[in-house]
């Protein structure tokens, strides 16, 4: 049996490197809104970026991907700021 949530196996995704559009995370991951799973792990800690999509050499628009990034340094000091309150 696979108790594996949509959040953990995209988050799987995410940490081998690889990027997903929004339509890759409903289609492989069977949910509805893949939004909200790239919500769920912002608001788990994980820096989850939006990258743009931009026209390519033929003229053809690339998708919007998301990536794990790494945090800015003032995200990371605004954590610590509000854990000291």
């Not at 939004?35 to 994980?46: D, F, P, T």
Request: charged share 20%; net charge positive; hydrophobic share 40%.
């Amino acid at each position: 049996m696979n108790n594996t949530t949509a959040q953990d196996r995209a988050l799987a995704t995410f940490m081998n490197g690889d990027t997903l559009t929004a339509s890759q995370i409903s289609s492989r991951f069977g949910v509805a809104n893949p939004h909200n799973v790239v919500y769920a792990l912002r608001r788990k800690g994980y820096a989850i970026h939006l990258n743009e999509g931009r026209k390519g050499s033929r003229g053809r628009a690339k998708s919007d991907f998301y990536r794990l990034g790494q945090p800015t340094k003032a995200v990371i000091a605004a954590g610590y700021a509000a854990l000291a309150q």
